[in-house]
């Protein structure tokens, strides 16, 4: 489920605020279930957390912040 800056940047402005939303959601609830320790797959954190540092990026590249 990784992005690549390139689909990132073949987002609409939107799409892109959409995307960087769902993404933190599922950060907080995968960091919840981590809490309970019903996470198994920790790795996901990572990979959320890259996912929305891309799209941060990207959005500052093009003035959207």
Do not use: F, V
């Not at 939303?21 to 907080?28: T, V």
């Not at 019903?38 to 990979?47: F, P, Q, V, W």
């Amino acid at each position: 489920m990784t992005l690549k800056p390139n689909e990132i940047r073949k987002m609409t402005p939107e799409k892109r605020r959409e995307e960087l939303k769902k993404l933190r959601q599922a950060l907080l609830s995968i960091e919840t279930k981590k809490q309970r320790g019903a996470l198994k797959e920790t790795g996901k954190i990572r990979s959320i957390k890259k996912d929305i540092a891309r799209i941060l990026t990207i959005m500052r590249e093009l003035g959207e912040l």
